[in-house]
């Protein structure tokens, strides 16, 4: 498939596919088919048995300032209603494969939300996050209210998301918003060399292991510890596992297949 807004690669490295996000001049704004290319280029990797990692990112200036405001500007309550926009971004939760968002320069609203999607992320230093939709007489409607509130507690995640202010990337690091920071000129690099980590594991325990932590943020603790346990024993029925613990008896390093 080709598209229109965003670049991907199914190698970019070995193992490891990225999306970048293609509308400079609109600073990334997110509109609705550039959302939809996401969602294809996401389900295209996931079942592309080569990659094992996905990486998404925008360019140095911004990761994406947020949901296009030119397109939603004219719409209704019923126009939202009927487009239905975030089932789109239901189904990019849904991607099974861990995905890195590698963040440079604005990272606001539906780009803020974008990347607390993903499974990680690794900012530049010149990052700044912010949900400034009250600016615009709306709120954040991708998640924004529910995964900053997770992510940093209700302190912050209130006063960000009423007052619309950006916080620096140092800023989000200590507040438990993001993985790493690292000078602009590494992000990329940085989100590589974590997908390249990850990308040696084996995919099925990856795999698993991501749907558990997941889950953490969707039930209670007993709910969640029978589900850990059910992916834990299925790890079992895996060869990687047996080559795995094997590699360790044998002191050698694995090697995994993703059966
Ligand atoms: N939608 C549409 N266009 C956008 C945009 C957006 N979210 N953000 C930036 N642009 C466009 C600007 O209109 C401008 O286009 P023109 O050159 O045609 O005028 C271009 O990108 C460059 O932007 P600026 O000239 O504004 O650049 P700046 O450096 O002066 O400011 C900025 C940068 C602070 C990010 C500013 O652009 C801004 O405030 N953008 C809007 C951020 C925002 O409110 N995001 C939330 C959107 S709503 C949402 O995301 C809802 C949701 O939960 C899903």
């Given at each position: ?33 550039l959302m939809q290319e996401i969602k294809h280029a996401l ?217």
């Amino acid at each position: 498939m080709s598209y229109e807004f965003i670049l991907t690669e199914a190698q970019y490295q070995p193992h490891v596919a990225l999306i970048r996000l293609n509308r400079p001049k609109e600073l990334n704004a997110l509109n609705l088919q550039l959302m939809q290319e996401i969602k294809h280029a996401l389900l295209e990797f996931d079942q592309n048995e080569d990659v094992r990692c996905i990486i998404i990112t925008g360019n140095e200036r911004a990761f994406a300032a947020g949901a296009d405001i030119k397109q939603m500007e004219s719409r209704t309550a019923i126009d939202m209603l009927v487009i239905d926009q975030f089932e789109t971004w239901d189904q990019i939760r849904k991607t099974k494969k861990p995905v890195i968002a590698a963040v440079s320069g604005f990272c606001l609203g539906g780009g803020c939300e974008l990347a607390m999607t993903c499974d990680m992320i690794v900012a530049s230093e010149t990052a700044k996050f912010g949900q400034p939709e009250i600016k615009l007489a709306i709120m954040p409607g991708a998640g924004g209210t529910q995964r900053l509130t997770r992510a940093v507690g209700k302190a912050l995640a209130m006063e960000m998301v009423l007052t619309g202010k950006f916080i620096s990337a140092d800023e989000a690091m200590e507040a438990g918003l993001i993985n790493r920071v690292v000078p602009e000129e590494l992000y990329l690099e940085e989100a590589v060399k974590l997908a390249k980590e990850i990308a040696q594991q084996s995919p099925v325990a990856v795999r698993l292991a991501k749907e558990s932590v997941l889950k953490a943020f969707d039930t209670g603790l007993q709910e969640g510890l029978y589900f850990e346990r059910k992916n834990f024993y299925m790890c079992f029925a895996s060869e990687d596992q047996k080559e795995g613990m094997n590699a360790f008896v044998e002191k050698r390093n694995a090697v995994f297949k993703g059966r």
